[in-house]
């Protein structure tokens, strides 16, 4: 008896364990048809879905990038002299990395700009016609040189209207350098847009989207680096939703806010952080919540990359020193969290009162589903080199093959539905039904995006989590009680 009773004890502690963790996996669902909205469907993104990837051009290992996960590799970044010539830094490697690309079909683009000094010098080259016209051609040959696919615009960020103008007369130019060099739509431009609020930088006047949205083939937009060690409180570097108190900060409100500006939903990429931020609760605080105080200093990087104020995947599932001893499962000193809200994770230490608001498979998945539902170009990942054992390229793969799975089932149901059309008198009215969704269960009217929320409420046994608590709990309680 005393044994049963030990059982059901433990039984009781991992049932708590389960109520409070809302550990996600046990909840999400595949996205399905009957999720996407008919406009998405008909436009045909699903088709086509890109997933961008960065990573350095001066350490790129070709060996090591998941290439069945991608559609696109960007390299960044290149150098910018005063005249506006680009160039690699690392030349040796290059041709290896697009010829396994192309191998791959994977499509091979350089960036220039960047942060920091990168974004000065473009700046700088942007500033006359002269320089930025030979920033283009400096492109264009370097396309031509090593059989690249196009170019990335990354600006960060442009201060003010001055700057706006340049940066759209600069993206004109390289347009025209690209078209007239090598046929016209046959290499891509791409530029990055800002995290938040529609606007093309932090101190940037909001304006019309739509004219870049013409002239460029994707929109990257960072929807990351909205919380860190330089925010107010500690929250998630990418928020699904908004986090209390600082609306418009989120990876929703993002894509909104940029498609309220005039941008093409099929030509916006969404970015996904393969990495979180990081800061130092303040001393003596316990959290009770992810939104907290900190100290305001950016905590020591990674036991791997060593950015400061940051951990990458790679630093996070560290066998040695890492935070996460399984995807989901915090190491020792460390205490995992899943934060509804937000819809994120986060990491706390103990000791160093260390905060960590990061991105991994469930949130991931999450953010890939909306993508899919707002008829988004795709998706970009900053950066691939970051992941570890390829776990969150599982994630880019799970998001093309759903694409690709429900534009095919869009496909076979309309083929249906026209050929049921086709098989009735004329003179019923089926003009306006034609190509139209069908419904899908118990007469259903699908023609809507569904609004369930992204987790279905199933474990994984197939029960429903809560009758699942409730059983394990009933079991616990009676068997004490005897």
């Not at 000065?120 to 002269?130: C, E, I, K, Y």
Request: net charge negative.
């Amino acid at each position: 008896m005393a044994k049963i009773k030990l059982f059901a004890l433990a039984s009781f502690v991992v049932w708590i364990q389960m109520a409070l963790a809302s550990v996600p996996q046990r909840f999400l669902r595949s996205i399905e048809l009957s999720d996407v909205p008919q406009q998405v469907l008909d436009s045909g993104v699903l088709d086509n879905t890109a997933v961008f990837g960065y990573a350095f051009e001066n350490s790129i290992d070709p060996q090591t990038i998941p290439w069945s996960s991608l559609t696109h590799l960007i390299l960044a970044f290149l150098s910018i002299d005063p005249a506006g010539n680009a160039t690699f830094s690392n030349q040796g490697s290059l041709q290896s990395v697009v010829d396994m690309a192309h191998k791959n079909n994977v499509k091979v683009l350089a960036s220039v700009g960047g942060s920091g000094i990168g974004s000065t010098a473009m700046a700088s080259a942007l500033d006359s016609n002269s320089t930025r016209e030979n920033l283009a051609m400096s492109l264009a040959d370097i396309i031509s040189q090593h059989s690249l696919d196009g170019v990335d615009y990354d600006l960060e960020f442009p201060q003010n209207i001055d700057q706006i103008q340049d940066l759209y007369q600069g993206l004109l130019a390289m347009r025209v350098a690209l078209d007239s060099r090598f046929g016209k739509g046959s290499k891509i431009l791409t530029m990055t847009l800002y995290s938040s609020n529609g606007q093309l930088g932090p101190n940037a006047p909001k304006v019309d989207a739509k004219p870049f949205s013409d002239v460029v083939d994707y929109g990257l937009l960072m929807s990351y680096d909205y919380f860190g060690s330089f925010s107010e409180i500690t929250a998630p570097n990418s928020p699904f939703y908004d986090v209390p108190g600082y609306p418009g900060l989120s990876f929703t409100s993002s894509i909104s806010a940029w498609l309220s500006a005039g941008w093409a939903p099929e030509k916006l990429v969404a970015g996904l952080p393969y990495y979180g931020r990081t800061a130092t609760m303040q001393a003596g605080i316990l959290p009770t919540t992810q939104f907290m105080p900190h100290s305001g200093a950016a905590p020591p990087g990674g036991p791997v990359s060593k950015i400061p104020g940051a951990w990458t995947w790679l630093d996070l599932r560290d066998p040695k020193d890492g935070a996460l001893a399984l995807p989901t499962v915090s190491q020792q000193g460390w205490q995992r969290f899943w934060d509804n809200t937000t819809e994120t994770p986060w990491l706390f230490h103990n000791v160093s009162g260390t905060y960590i608001g990061y991105d991994d498979v469930d949130s991931l998945t999450i953010k890939t589903n909306h993508i899919i539902t707002n008829g988004l170009a795709g998706a970009m990942v900053w950066m691939v080199p970051y992941d570890y054992q390829a776990e969150l390229t599982t994630v880019m793969q799970n998001y093309t093959a759903v694409c690709k799975s429900i534009a095919k089932q869009a496909s076979q149901t309309q083929e249906y539905s026209g050929s049921d059309v086709a098989s009735k008198d004329k003179s019923d009215s089926v003009g306006s039904s034609t190509g139209s969704r069908q419904d899908t269960s118990d007469g259903q009217d699908t023609s809507n995006a569904s609004k369930q929320h992204p987790y279905a409420g199933f474990s994984s046994f197939g029960i429903p989590c809560s009758k699942l608590y409730l059983i394990t709990l009933v079991y616990t309680m009676f068997t004490l009680i005897l």
